[in-house]
């Protein structure tokens, strides 16, 4: 059964440095998301991506949040200059429409920011 | 918006035994509603969800779940639990124009052998 793919599975990187989390969506999925989970919180919506450009985003992406989908089968959360509070697991999620379609989601990236 | 409560954060059961894990959501906006586990070390895998028609829906794993408008309720019951049933379960809506899940705390289903 397809799935998708998130690389790293933990990343620890420097306060004010900037990271890269890479996802692989189920292939022929058209809508790709980005959701975090700060330990010990609910999981919480950062963006969706459809058509090469963001469908909608949350208050949380802001600035220092971008995505990409740089080549036909990754889709890349880049935070420009992580801040402690960046530290969450950060999950990718792909469907194959909107709205009611299921959406998929990856086994998530431990980010830690010290 | 849309939110989920789901009021137990943790739930232990013996094995055999039945379960209900509740979750409560308000929303302005006509919502699916979905329920996810999530096993150790392991993504989000879709239990069950609602869309329209049957307020009962069936799912994997011998998972249930009833959507009850007037209660704004969607708990999650399984008649009887297995120890790999052991997992966090979130529930999950969304409102039917748009795109973005929100999720609950999360319960976590501890099954005793």
């Known amino acids: 059964e397809p799935e998708v793919t998130q690389t790293p599975s933990h990343q620890v990187t420097q306060m004010g440095q900037e990271v890269i989390l890479r996802c692989v969506p189920i292939?022929?999925?058209?809508?790709f998301y980005w959701y975090r989970q700060i330990l010990g919180q609910k999981v919480e919506f950062l963006v969706s991506?459809?058509?090469?450009?963001?469908?909608?985003k949350s208050e949380i992406f802001d600035d220092q949040f971008s995505v990409e989908r740089p080549d036909g089968s990754n889709f890349t959360l880049k935070i420009r200059s992580t801040k402690l509070e960046d530290s969450a697991m950060y999950f990718c999620?792909?469907?194959?429409?909107?709205?009611?379609?299921?959406?998929?989601f990856g086994p998530g990236t431990r980010l830690l920011v010290l | 918006a849309q939110s989920v409560t789901q009021l137990d954060s943790q739930v232990p059961v013996f094995e055999e035994a039945p379960v209900e894990l509740r979750c409560n959501y308000s929303?302005?906006?006509?919502?699916?509603l979905f329920w996810y586990v999530q096993y150790p070390n392991q993504g989000l895998q879709l239990l069950l969800k609602y869309l329209s028609g049957s307020t009962l829906v069936k799912g994997i794993n011998g998972f249930e779940a009833e959507f009850n408008k007037s209660q704004t309720s969607f708990h999650l019951r399984k008649p009887s639990v297995h120890i790999s049933d052991t997992a966090e379960y979130f529930c999950a809506v969304r409102g039917t124009g748009a795109n973005n899940l929100f999720f609950g705390t999360g319960t976590r289903l501890t099954v005793i052998p």
């Open positions: 929303s302005s906006v006509s919502v699916y």
């Open positions: 999620a792909s469907s194959p429409g909107p709205s009611a379609e299921t959406q998929y």
């Open positions: 991506f459809y058509n090469n450009e963001i469908s909608e």
């Open positions: 292939s022929n999925h058209l809508y």
